[in-house]
């Protein structure tokens, strides 16, 4: 299997700033990478897919950069409804693995 | 627009068995698979495989394989899945998700609560 590394696990900020969070696969899935957004209670919203695409009605303030190994989300300022938790998945091969998650909290 | 229900909360004994709904609608049903995905309580996001309501195909993750069945009923445009041998473990919230090209789930259902306790 496909494993997927988040960094940081968490992270605080504040309203305005620019956060970017990593995700790394144990071997190369080309850009075969989503991102989503989560917040509690609620089901995951993809962002981010074929690892720079915007999925239609989703703020440009959100990007995804990388290929191969190692991948990037960068909000480039943070709103108040950005807080959340963000995972990373890989799409290239079967069984689909998620990262471990990111928690962005309002420092 | 494109939704998917599933059905409610479920509380279990170990041993048995449990099955959870997920009506779609807004779009062709047999055009896109439907994949099912587990959160336990604070804990990240579990792939356990997916369904071709086109021809009912199914590929279940290796560690759910002999334990969950996946179905799909064309005339209602649902999908089920059913997990046998509860245990502890799998007190989790269970989602259900279309897949578009690249592997992407885009539109999700709100969850099915299971609770595994005796």
Partial sequence: DIQMTQSPSSVSASIGDRVTITCRASQGISSWLAWYQQKPGKAPKLLIYNAVTLQRGVPSRFSGAGSGTDFTLTISSLQPEDFATYYCQQAHTFPITFGQGTRLEIK | ?118
């Fill in chain 2, 1 to 118: 627009q494109v939704q998917l229900v599933q059905s409610g909360a479920e509380v279990k004994k170990p041993g048995t068995s449990v099955r959870v709904s997920c009506k779609t609608s807004g779009y062709s049903f047999t055009d896109y698979s439907i994949h099912w995905v587990r959160q336990a309580p604070g804990q990240g996001l579990e792939w356990m495989g997916g369904v071709n309501p086109s021809g009912g195909g199914t590929y279940i993750a290796q560690r759910f394989q002999g334990r969950v069945t996946m179905t799909r009923d064309t005339s209602t445009s649902s999908v089920y899945v059913e997990l046998s041998s509860l245990r502890s473990e799998d007190t989790a919230v269970y989602f259900c998700a279309r897949v578009l090209t690249s592997s992407r789930l885009d539109a999700w259902g709100q969850g099915s609560l299971v609770i595994v306790s005796s």
